[in-house]
């Protein structure tokens, strides 16, 4: 079970999906090791096979994904798809609701609908819906389609990898919603419009309630209504775990059922049922328990995992066996990858069987039992060390601050707040709502002590802790978990001096860290959808051209792209940020930047529009787009910026990075027009525009605009690169035909963010090392035939 869990968390690690045929056919060919070797030799044979077997299982389902695509030429076609709505529908971004669609029906005739391989479920948004409501059942919707895309960095949130990790097969906006009353729903139909019903249920109830939003969250699993403020308490806290359905809440399903259950038979006269049936009553009434409110809370994937969990960890209590507590977890770990084989690309997996495995280290097998508050304290600490380097893999923090809200929040919850919520329910549900206003006066009464606690904890002023590698963070952990399995007193003394030792030299080094120095000089244009952002480092100076796109409380390049790579590449402080102009595409999240890095000085073609967009006060002047030349390390930057009083796009300053050693230049416009691009070339001033004799990589001004990019621009410029930063199947159509076709006249090779992801650009001494973050992507992102792979600049 072992080696069948380890094939299938190892296929994720493939850029190529491996032919499962010919794993499958492996199986027929290592029995044939077992007769006539060792005992010792024959399992480590038998062990390959089901290796082999884990690996073809989960290579197979993810062909069969994979397949269900839609084609280039079947995106941004208005279809009408029949199916159901397959969750609950969340509110979204200007006026809209967001859901998923589980589609029973493609229209006949569409591409490939007759071969069965489209799309079983499509993500969808409808905007404008205002007060209008989605039908629950069978439906038949009007949309416009796009294959799963999303920005693609080094590090940072990937879309492409939630979508086919969810089996979304493709993306798109609704245009018109039509009900079908007499059409059949199906089992699955039948329960996604139960639990629609629920949640309605649920908000017409306790909707009134100050923490509604945790009301629906805790009882089934509705986390849509959590705010954006609460989403970062949550985060700052390292709480998040408390409002997802998993086996934290299953765990408490199932201590209660078991208690009631047992007492229930227990008052039942002597001899009407034995011991084994009572335990065998216990564990059915605990597994129906715990279906129910899997169910109820939407059978997500960590609630199924936790189920499947509670599934085996019973049935091993049921038999009271003398077995390692290592079996229950590795017959749940087979079991989730056997149902689930798409779970380890779920960081909900390798959190929850990390933290069931650390718990096991510390707690079995233990010859004297512990206080309650002492296990807690020691869960804790098992759980916070161990779980450190497991959360830096995924490039998230662990926040000191979880420490000690976990030690109030998961007893309170556990203990106060689940039975509260479920008891409360119940009893409103008895009373056909008449008990509403005292239940819910309850709920508020006990989450509000959770979230002040929470509010309080997050608002403390400690200090974070300092960076550390992988191995340093691992080695942390072992020493955390050998000290807390096998205590020794002078171990334990010079372990926690020498721990806080670091801590001390960390938190001091960490005062004004320095950036982390490179080798060899370097300019990312990150992908962040429709706009730009590019980032120069030369030795240990950087300098920011742009901060990419913001919507306020919907999207941030800085919160989801920039500050996770940044923090990666072991930049700290921005030596010299320019912002081009003022426009959103260009110049958003400056203040959650500033909030995370410290910035030297600040250039901008629109001074006053960039110093309106802030909420604190900048840490330097923001001084007008400079005149004179400057160094930086192995490069020379020459500005420009229009003499005329211009705004807007035509106010951009136009920032020109030259790299000495190599001769290659690399041009940033902002969104020039016309106007500005014969301006530019009529000044005497910019000598290196069109004298220059070396290699050129251009940055196309206004993502490739038809207002933008002339053709005496193009000719002038003759750049050996052009790269549009341009949104996939955006409204606007960047780049436009015209200017594609403009620089392909002159020779120029193009890229397109929305196509090779991040693009990097190394400079060597022979000249420019581009790469793309597309070659380095997984099989279900970079594989043939999938978005990556055809997308095509115009």
């Not at 629609?196 to 017409?204: C, G, H, I, K």
Request: aromatic share 10%; glycine share 10%.
């Amino acid at each position: 079970m072992f080696a069948f869990s380890c094939g299938v968390i190892l296929l994720y690690r493939f850029s190529v999906l491996p032919p499962y045929l010919w794993l499958f056919s492996s199986l027929f060919v290592l029995p044939l090791l077992l007769k006539p070797q060792t005992a010792r030799f024959r399992v480590v044979v038998f062990g390959m096979i089901w290796f082999a077997t884990g690996l073809g299982w989960a290579a197979w389902n993810a062909d069969a994904r994979l397949q269900k695509q839609l084609t280039p030429g079947e995106e941004g076609v208005p279809i009408t798809v029949f199916g159901y709505v397959c969750d609950l529908p969340q509110p979204g971004s200007f006026n809209s609701i967001r859901f998923n669609f589980c589609v029973d029906r493609w229209p006949a005739g569409f591409g490939s609908a007759g071969t069965g391989m489209h799309p079983d479920k499509v993500r969808l948004a409808w905007y404008g819906s205002g007060d209008k409501i989605l039908p629950s059942g069978p439906i038949a919707l009007e949309a416009v389609l796009k294959r799963p895309h999303g920005s693609l960095n080094d590090v940072g949130f990937r879309y492409e990898d939630w979508l086919f990790r969810h089996g979304v097969g493709a993306t798109g906006s609704v245009r018109k919603v039509t009900d079908l009353p007499g059409a059949s729903c199906g089992l699955v139909c039948s329960y996604h419009a139960w639990h629609r019903a629920v949640a309605s249920v649920v908000e017409r109830y306790f909707g009134d309630a100050e923490h509604y939003s945790l009301v629906a969250s805790l009882l089934i699993g509705n986390r849509g209504h959590l705010s954006a403020e609460q989403w970062q308490t949550l985060k700052a806290t390292g709480t998040i775990h408390l409002v997802a359905i998993s086996g934290l809440h299953l765990g408490l399903v199932a201590l209660i059922a078991g208690l009631v259950v047992r007492r229930f038979l227990l008052m039942l006269p002597a001899g009407v049922i034995s011991e084994n049936g009572i335990r065998t009553t216990v564990y059915c009434g605990v597994l129906l328990a715990c279906l129910l409110y899997a169910l109820l809370a939407g059978m997500t994937i960590p609630t199924r995992r936790a189920l499947i969990m509670v599934i085996v960890g019973g049935w091993f209590v049921l038999k009271a066996r003398e077995v390692s507590p290592w079996w229950p977890f590795v017959i749940a770990m087979a079991g989730v990858s056997m149902l689930d084989p798409f779970a380890p690309l779920d960081q909900g997996f390798w959190l929850s069987f990390s933290a069931v495995a650390l718990l096991i280290w510390v707690f079995a097998n233990r010859l004297q039992g512990l206080g309650w508050l002492a296990g807690l304290v020691l869960a804790q600490a098992a759980v916070f060390a161990g779980l450190w380097p497991v959360l830096q893999s995924f490039d998230q923090a662990q926040p000191l601050a979880g420490v000690l809200a976990n030690l109030v929040a998961i007893p309170w919850v556990s203990f106060v707040v689940m039975p509260v919520l479920l008891l409360g329910t119940l009893l409103v549900v008895v009373s056909g709502g008449t008990l509403t206003a005292y239940v819910s006066a309850g709920f508020d009464a006990v989450l509000g002590v959770l979230w002040g606690l929470l509010q309080a904890v997050a608002a403390l002023p400690l200090y974070p802790l300092p960076g550390a590698s992988q191995t340093v963070l691992v080695a942390f952990a072992v020493l955390v978990l050998l000290l807390l399995r096998f205590p020794s007193r002078s171990f334990r003394v010079l372990s926690g001096v020498v721990f806080l030792g670091w801590l001390g030299v960390g938190w001091l080094t960490n005062v004004n860290p320095e950036n982390r120095s490179v080798g060899l000089s370097e300019v990312r244009i990150f992908d962040v959808g429709q706009g730009l952002s590019v980032l120069v480092r030369s030795g240990q100076q950087v300098l920011m051209y742009d901060t990419g796109p913001e919507v306020k409380g919907v999207y941030s390049a800085a919160e989801s792209v920039l500050i996770p790579n940044l923090k990666a590449m072991g930049v700290h402080r921005i030596d010299h940020l320019v912002i081009s102009h003022g426009d959103s595409d260009h110049a958003g999240g400056l203040d959650l930047l500033m909030g995370e890095l410290a910035i030297g000085r600040i250039s901008t073609g629109e001074p006053e529009v960039v110093r309106g967009k802030l909420a604190r006060e900048p840490v330097a002047d923001i001084q007008p787009c400079p005149r004179l030349p400057q160094v930086m390390g192995a490069f020379e930057l020459s500005f420009w910026s229009s003499p005329l009083p211009r705004s807007g796009n035509d106010a951009s300053c136009v920032l020109r990075i030259f790299h000495r050693e190599s001769g290659v230049d690399l041009l940033l416009t902002g969104d020039i027009g016309h106007d500005v691009e014969a301006e530019m070339l009529a000044e005497p001033k910019p000598e290196w525009l069109s004298l220059f004799s070396g290699q050129r990589i251009l940055i196309a001004p206004h993502h490739g605009s038809k207002t933008s990019s002339s053709m005496q621009w193009v000719r002038a410029v003759m750049p050996n690169w052009v790269i549009y930063t341009a949104g996939y199947r955006h409204r606007y159509g960047h780049p436009h035909p015209d200017v594609a076709n403009r620089y392909r006249q002159v020779g120029a090779l193009p890229l397109n963010t929305a196509c090779s992801g991040q693009i990097s650009v190394r400079f060597e001494g022979d000249g420019p090392k581009i790469t793309e973050a597309k070659h380095r992507t997984p099989f279900w992102i970079g594989g043939p035939g999938l978005t990556r792979d055809q997308c095509k600049i115009p």
